[in-house]
T-cell receptor, first 109, second 117 residues
Framework: GQNIDQPTEMTATEGAIVQINCTYQTSGFNGLFWYQQHAGEAPTFLSYNVLDGLEEKGRFSSFLSRSKGYSYLLLKELQMKDSASYLCAALDSNYQLIWGAGTKLIIKP | GAGVSQSPRYKVAKRGQDVALRCDPISGHVSLFWYQQALGQGPEFLTYFQNEAQLDKSGLPSDRFFAERPEGSVSTLKIQRTQQEDSAVYLC???????????????FGPGTRLTVL
């Protein structure tokens, strides 16, 4: 079966760094997306990785290891507005997105 | 506003009532997706259109759910004889659909929160 695993909830301090992990098992693989979703709002695109390695985009970076079926999202210099759910989604061989349940990130002052 | 829009934003229905949820995708986007999202969960795929063609409806939970996109732009998700378990947020997303994965990034609408009493 197809499965995406990520922690349910994480807590971090304003100004700190946090890493949100995601492991995936899919029928085929065409890349890994990270989306941010604030409560009551739509998911918004953060990053896409298809090759192994780290992609950096400002305060956010995303890493992929295809051989390990593993990705992480790294958030630096945390701000209160980063409090949200972070959704990991893998694109399978049919180009269908398989979603994780999301990681709720709580930022404390 | 060039984003995906959905209406209504909130819908309360009595059990057994029919509902229709509307999605206006980003202009020019070929692909359109419907998802169901329960509280605290990730989106669950319902159905997918490329232009007016419904290419995948494997995620529709029952024959009470029906989606259409007759002119390849606006789409409607209809739920007949609503049940309490249909209560969820229904998200619509669109993508350019030109075959390039990064530009196939899905852009989501704000969702319709359906509550069935």
């Amino acid at each position: 079966g197809q499965n995406i695993d990520q922690p349910t909830e994480m807590t971090a301090t304003e100004g700190a760094i946090v890493q949100i992990n995601c492991t995936y098992q899919t029928s085929g693989f065409n890349g890994l997306f990270w989306y941010q979703q604030h409560a009551g709002e739509a998911p918004t695109f953060l990053s896409y990785n298809v090759l192994d390695g780290l992609e950096e985009k400002g305060r956010f970076s995303s890493f992929l290891s295809r051989s390990k079926g593993y990705s992480y999202l790294l958030l630096k210099e945390l701000q209160m507005k980063d409090s949200a759910s972070y959704l990991c989604a893998a694109l399978d061989s049919n180009y269908q997105l398989i979603w994780g349940a999301g990681t709720k990130l709580i930022i404390k002052p | 506003g060039a984003g995906v829009s959905q209406s209504p934003r909130y819908k309360v229905a009595k059990r057994g009532q029919d509902v229709a949820l509307r999605c206006d995708p980003i202009s020019g986007h070929v692909s359109l997706f419907w998802y169901q999202q329960a509280l605290g969960q990730g989106p669950e795929f319902l159905t997918y259109f490329q232009n007016e063609a419904q290419l995948d409806k494997s995620g529709l939970p029952s024959d009470r759910f029906f989606a259409e996109r007759p002119e390849g732009s606006v789409s409607t998700l209809k739920i007949q004889r609503t049940q309490q378990e249909d209560s969820a947020v229904y998200l619509c997303a669109s993508s350019l659909g030109d075959g390039q994965i990064l530009t196939d990034t899905q852009y989501f609408g704000p969702g319709t929160r359906l509550t069935v009493l």
